[in-house]
């Protein structure tokens, strides 16, 4: 089945800064890639996804990076703000539900 | 907009109890799925269904079992309730046959004394 690494599993950062997340994946087949935010005692919430066909989709601060040959995908969050301080969970093969294990970011005001 | 709920927020439940948590989604999404959540695991799949009456085991399916009779209802049945077992319950939903965004409830903290 599918697999699921997620780094790191801690982040923090400067109100301003950029903030990166990385997710490896195991299953070639897999081609929907999403991104969730959980703030604290909320549920998750879908923020971004890119679909295999596509290298690289941007939201405003927000963007997500594939590389299918290397079986990577990245989170980029750039002028980051207090209310970006979240747990960010990366997933493959939605369908099935395979999540990495989440990245808390702490954003220093 | 999508509403997924789930039947408590909270529940205390004793070591060798039955517990039920349920789980509704009003917009007739054909997946739904049932995680728990605990620190630094992230989210672990349960069980999941595809349609009515039809489940598949996830990747922690041990001492669970599900039932899903109604399209917008699925049901996570923990048969004898273990301290193991406490955790963070998520149910989530999403529609189709292709891999689409899931939907989450607002989770069930369960404590099983």
């Known amino acids: 089945g599918e697999n699921v690494e997620q780094h790191p599993s801690t982040l923090s950062v400067q109100e301003g800064d950029s903030a990166v997340i990385k997710c490896t994946y195991s299953?070639?087949?897999?081609?929907?890639f999403p991104w969730y935010k959980q703030e604290l005692g909320k549920r998750p919430q879908l923020i971004i996804d890119?679909?295999?066909?596509?290298g690289e989709k941007k939201d405003q601060r927000i963007a997500v990076t594939l590389n299918k040959t290397a079986k990577h995908f990245s989170l980029h969050i750039t002028e980051t703000q207090p209310e970006d301080s979240a747990v960010y969970f990366c997933?493959?093969?939605?369908?099935?539900?395979?999540f990495g294990t989440g990245t808390k970011l702490q954003v220093i005001p | 907009d999508v509403k997924v709920t789930q039947s408590s927020r909270y529940l205390v439940k004793r070591t060798g109890e039955k517990v039920f948590l349920e789980c509704v989604q009003d917009m007739d999404h054909e997946n739904m799925f049932w995680y728990r959540q605990d620190p630094g695991l992230g989210l672990r799949l349960i069980y999941f269904s595809y349609d009515v009456k039809m489940k598949e085991k996830g990747d922690i399916p041990e001492g669970y079992s599900v039932s899903r009779e109604k399209k917008e209802r699925f049901s996570l049945i923990l048969e004898s309730a273990s301290t193991n077992q406490t955790s963070m319950y998520l149910c989530?939903?999403?529609?189709?046959?292709?891999?689409?965004?899931?939907?989450f409830g607002p989770g069930t903290r369960l404590l099983v004394l």
């Open positions: 989530a939903s999403s529609r189709g046959q292709q891999q689409e965004t899931q939907y």
């Open positions: 890119i679909r295999s066909n596509v």
């Open positions: 997933a493959a093969s939605i369908r099935r539900g395979t």
């Open positions: 299953d070639s087949a897999s081609n929907y």
